[in-house]
C-alpha cells in the first residue's frame, strides 16, 4: 500500500536558518504529492503541491521538487521566520489528489525561535 | 478560511455514547472526505462521498458511518465511543478527480 516518511522533529530552528524537511513516500501508482501545513489550533492548509516527476511546487518561499528517482518531495526554504513555527504534513493522493483519500507521513514539528 | 465549516468544534461525551459530526463543503464542491488525526495513529483517512454516493473507504471501523445530503454537506456517525476514538476529525472538501483537498478546522473529540 502507499505510505509517506517524514522526520517527526521536533525540529527546532533559529530565525533566517535554512530548512529541509525530508519526505519520501510508496505508492503503486503515479501519485501527486503535497504538503499541508497546520498552525497550533487551527486546521490543515496546503502548503503546495506536485502532479508529476521533477515538477517544483512552491509557496510563500518554501519550495518542494517530485524526484520518481528517489521517491521523494523534501520541503525547503532558505530563510525561516518565528511564523514558519508549526506542523508540516507530506501526502500523497494516487489518483491525482481528488477520487481517493490523502495519505499522510507523521508531521515534523517546527520550532523557530528569534 | 478554507470555505470548509464543521460544527460542533469541541465535543466531549462518556464512553458507549454516540455522536454527530457535521461538515459543509466549500460551495460547489461535491466530494466530502474525513480524516481522524491521534496521537497513535496520525491523520488517517476515514471515507470519502461524491455527489452523495460513497466513493472510497479507508481505515474506518464498523461503529463509524457517514452520509452525504442532497445539499451536500455531509455527517460523520460515531456510536459506541470508546476512550480511543478521542481525536481531531477533520472534514476536506474538493470539487473534481485532480483537485486539491481544502480542510476544515476540525472538531475535537474527548471521550471520558
Known amino acids: 500500500g502507499n505510505s509517506v516518511t517524514q522526520m517527526e522533529g521536533p525540529v527546532t530552528l533559529s530565525e533566517e536558518a535554512f530548512l529541509t524537511i525530508n519526505c519520501t513516500y510508496t505508492a503503486t501508482g503515479y501519485p501527486s504529492l503535497f504538503w499541508y501545513v497546520q498552525y497550533p489550533g487551527e486546521g490543515l492548509q496546503l502548503l503546495l503541491k506536485a502532479t508529476k516527476a521533477d515538477d517544483k511546487g512552491s509557496n510563500k518561499g518554501f519550495e518542494a521538487t517530485y524526484r520518481k528517482e528517489t521517491t521523494s518531495f523534501h520541503l525547503e526554504k532558505g530563510s525561516v521566520q518565528v511564523s514558519d513555527s508549526a506542523v508540516y504534513f507530506c501526502a500523497l493522493s494516487d489518483r491525482g489528489g481528488g477520487a481517493d483519500g490523502l495519505t499522510f507521513g507523521k508531521g515534523t514539528h517546527l520550532i523557530i525561535q528569534p | 478560511d478554507s470555505g470548509v465549516t464543521q460544527t460542533p468544534k469541541h465535543l466531549i461525551t462518556a464512553t458507549g455514547q454516540r455522536v454527530t459530526l457535521r461538515c459543509s463543503p466549500r460551495?460547489?464542491?461535491?466530494?466530502v472526505y474525513w480524516y481522524q488525526q491521534s496521537l497513535d495513529q496520525g491523520l488517517q483517512f476515514l471515507i470519502q462521498y461524491y455527489n452523495g454516493e460513497e466513493r472510497a473507504k479507508g481505515n474506518i471501523l464498523e461503529r463509524f458511518s457517514a452520509q452525504q445530503f442532497p445539499d451536500l454537506h455531509s455527517e460523520l456517525n460515531l456510536s459506541s465511543l470508546e476512550l480511543g476514538d478521542s481525536a481531531l476529525y477533520f472534514c476536506?472538501?474538493?470539487?473534481?478527480?485532480?483537485?486539491?483537498?481544502?480542510f476544515g478546522p476540525g472538531t475535537r473529540l474527548l471521550v471520558l
Open positions: 476536506a472538501s474538493n470539487g473534481g478527480v485532480q483537485e486539491t483537498q481544502y
Open positions: 460551495s460547489g464542491d461535491l466530494s
